[in-house]
């Protein structure tokens, strides 16, 4: 693997600079890549970041590491923006667990490419468990056919409320062709938003984001039937074939110091409905609120100042996961 150059990004270049065109999940990591960055919410630090030959942020796979494995999948949570990859949850949990722990996570991969992930692969890497790690701001992403210059396959409810796919348009594979067709999804998604009363455009204030009010949960309930639908799938997938299905879900970063500007906005909205939607599907839910919060201090945080979490942030979630899979017994 060849050194690659030093390189400062912020989480949104990592989406572009660590990754390809893929036919199946829309983007995919690029394999064997190598690159020293430092990343703007640690300039001071230059991190090593490789992909391993299947294009993920983890060890080479081994047959060793490939012996029922645990799974991690999500975003860029778990692909670790911002650390070291020894100091990532996924390498913490497989030091607490003496498990194989296999790191799938991709900057902004949304639930549904998620699903996709864990439907295509399965068979290949045969593993104990799958756990989702899901950042309750993030699910939004099923909402998005167009991410970073990639367009995604998605799901869509038909008129019957039944979950269909939409794969990725041939053409897809041409970054002209691209752009052309993530214009057109934009201009669909911002026409739905303005229908809505939603602007994202401008003015955006991540503390009043739309997703935490309350008047506005009438648009987002689609969305949160795409999920229901979705988890759905995954669960019932996963237990024919005996895997358990685990999610992890991360605090957001409004509710650290934070003060909302209305009592009108509910930083807890997405991750409560996310909550009833997991409970609906009988899937075991590891929430990490309490548990991280107890442990965030001014001057001993677990999130960096953009939400990501940081070394002991990840040590939490690890911590919180390796107990809630003790307790249901996957570890025995």
Same mark, same amino acid.
């Not at 199946?24 to 690029?30: A, V």
């Not at 057109?184 to 303005?194: A, D, P, S, V, W």
């Not at 008047?215 to 949160?224: A, G, N, S």
């Given at each position: 693997m060849a050194n690659g150059p030093v390189k400062q990004m912020n989480s949104r270049h990592?989406?572009?600079?660590?990754?390809?065109?893929?036919?199946?999940?829309? @983007?995919?990591?690029? %394999? *064997?890549?190598?690159?020293?960055?430092? @990343?703007?919410?640690? %300039? *001071?630090?230059?991190i090593r970041c490789r992909h391993n030959e299947e294009g993920n942020r983890d060890k080479p796979c081994t047959a060793a590491r490939m012996k029922s494995p645990i799974i991690c999948l999500g975003g860029s949570h778990t692909w670790g923006v911002g650390i070291e990859q020894e100091d990532r949850y996924t390498d913490y949990l497989e030091q607490m667990t003496g498990r194989p722990v296999l790191n799938l996570g991709h900057c902004s991969l949304g639930l549904d490419q998620i699903c996709l992930v864990i439907l295509e692969t399965?068979?290949?890497?045969?593993?104990?468990?799958?756990?989702?790690?899901?950042?309750?701001?993030?699910?939004?992403?099923?909402?998005n056919t167009y991410v970073n210059g990639y367009t995604r396959p998605y799901f869509q409810l038909d008129a019957r409320g039944d979950l269909k796919l939409r794969k990725m348009p041939a053409l897809a594979r041409y970054k002209a062709c691209r752009r052309l067709i993530g214009a057109?999804?934009?201009?669909?998604?911002?026409?739905?938003?303005?229908q809505a009363g939603i602007n994202l455009k401008e003015g955006y204030d991540p503390w009043a984001d739309p997703i935490f009010l309350s008047?506005?949960?009438?648009?987002?309930?689609?969305?949160?039937r795409l999920v229901e639908k979705i988890t759905g799938v995954m669960q019932d997938f996963c237990r024919q074939r005996g895997i358990h299905l685990l999610f992890g879900l991360g605090a957001i970063m409004q509710q650290f110091g934070g003060k909302s500007p209305s009592a009108l906005i509910d930083y807890d909205l997405p991750r409560n409905r996310l909550l009833s939607v997991l409970g609906k599907n009988r899937v075991a839910c590891a929430d990490m609120t309490e548990a991280m919060m107890s442990q965030h201090r001014d001057d001993d945080p677990v999130i960096f100042k953009d939400g990501h979490m940081n070394a002991k942030g990840h040590r939490v979630f690890a911590g919180e996961i390796r107990r809630e899979m003790e307790n249901r017994g996957w570890l025995h």
């Open positions: 990592v989406d572009t600079t660590f990754y390809r065109y893929d036919p199946r999940f829309g @983007f995919w990591g690029i %394999p *064997d890549i190598e690159m020293d960055v430092s @990343f703007r919410l640690r %300039p *001071d630090v230059y399965a068979e290949r890497y045969k593993p104990s468990a799958v756990v989702v790690e899901q950042y309750p701001w993030a699910i939004h992403r099923v909402l057109y999804y934009g201009y669909l998604k911002e026409l739905r938003e303005f008047w506005k949960t009438p648009y987002y309930d689609t969305m949160y």
